[in-house]
């Protein structure tokens, strides 16, 4: 079965700081892979995602992921963080062919001025 | 605008009492999901249905139940078999054909008292 982890469940950055947040996923096929963020008492936004077409995704609010299927990693990535970009973030995956989504725990990132 | 209308944001049962969360969605899609949220565990798969009149259960349906009588609606009633139903609950919904992710509503937070 598919699944997918999160290394880190609490990131912390400046504000200005780049933001690194880990995903790998467990598949011998390259899957659909996700970013979701979430903000609180709120639910889960698409930030952006991989569907096999450009290895370098690129998503809202200045975040981008990059596909590597050497390293089964799918890492979420913004140059300069902002204290709006304070949020959980999740990283999902899903076979192809099927519907749903395997989520993982979470990254807590807080950003501190 | 399209999009997944999730009600209420809050809600209180006392114990032993079934309570029922609304799910509707405006954007012709298919596939439906119901997810509950506890801190540090992500996000758990309740239920899910792909298509009008039938659903599956996901990885904790039990004290759950859904119907999906109509494309649009999918509501998911807490009985009291659940012992410990105090957590966030998210619904979500896609597309079956050209998987692009989920699109969620904004959740609603049910409290025992």
């Known amino acids: 079965a598919q699944s997918v982890t999160q290394l880190g469940s609490h990131v912390s950055v400046s504000e200005g700081a780049l933001v690194l947040l880990r995903c790998n996923y467990s598949?011998?096929?390259?899957?659909?892979l996700f970013w979701y963020v979430q903000y609180p008492n709120q639910g889960l936004q698409l930030l952006l995602k991989?569907?096999?077409?450009?290895?370098l995704v690129k998503g809202i609010n200045g975040f981008e992921a990059e596909f590597k299927k050497s390293e089964t990693s799918f890492h979420l990535t913004k140059p300069s963080a902002h204290m709006s970009d304070a949020a959980e973030y999740f990283c999902?995956?899903?076979?192809?062919?099927?519907?749903?989504?395997?989520f993982g725990t979470g990254t807590r990132l807080q950003v501190f001025p | 605008d399209g999009g997944i209308t999730q009600s209420p944001k809050y809600l209180f049962r006392k114990e032993g009492q079934n309570v029922t969360l609304s799910c509707e969605q405006n954007?012709?899609?298919?596939?439906m999901y119901w997810y509950r949220q506890d801190p540090g565990q992500g996000l758990r798969l309740i239920y899910y249905?792909?298509?009008?009149?039938?659903?599956q259960k996901g990885d904790i349906a039990e004290g759950y139940s859904v119907s999906r009588e109509k494309k649009e609606s999918f509501p998911l009633t807490v009985t009291s078999a659940q012992k410990n139903p105090t957590a966030f609950y998210l619904c979500?919904?896609?597309?079956?054909?050209?998987?692009?992710?989920?699109?969620f509503g904004s959740g609603t937070r049910l409290t025992v008292v």
């Open positions: 979500a919904s896609s597309i079956r054909e050209g998987f692009g992710g989920y699109t």
């Open positions: 598949s011998s096929v390259p899957p659909y």
């Open positions: 991989y569907t096999s077409a450009a290895t």
């Open positions: 999902a995956v899903s076979d192809r062919g099927t519907d749903k989504l395997i």
């Open positions: 954007l012709n899609h298919d596939a």
């Open positions: 249905s792909q298509i009008v009149n039938d659903f």
